[in-house]
């Protein structure tokens, strides 16, 4: 599932986690946001990031009747 935690500290400081996102999606999901918010003065990232998104795709057989 994801997640994004926006904290805001009492400075104003703002910082975004973002949860069960893999690869560089969590910096596409997250940049509207950083845009609106102004300047990104630090940027670190955890495991996920360096792993790979993996696509899951379904197909269903359908018989018409």
């Known amino acids: 599932m994801q997640q994004i935690e926006i904290r805001v500290d009492r400075d ?3 910082t975004v986690h973002v949860e ?3 690869g560089e999606e ?3 999901i ?3 946001l950083e845009e ?3 300047s990104v003065t630090d940027r670190s990232f ?3 990031f360096f ?3 993996v696509l899951e795709r379904t ?3 359908v018989t018409k009747l």
């Open 51 to 53: 792993e790979e998104q």
């Open 26 to 28: 969590c910096i596409r």
């Open 12 to 14: 104003g400081n703002v």
């Open 36 to 38: 609106a918010l102004g």
């Open 59 to 61: 197909a269903e057989k």
């Open 30 to 32: 997250t940049r509207t």
């Open 46 to 48: 955890r495991a996920e």
């Open 20 to 22: 069960g996102v893999k």
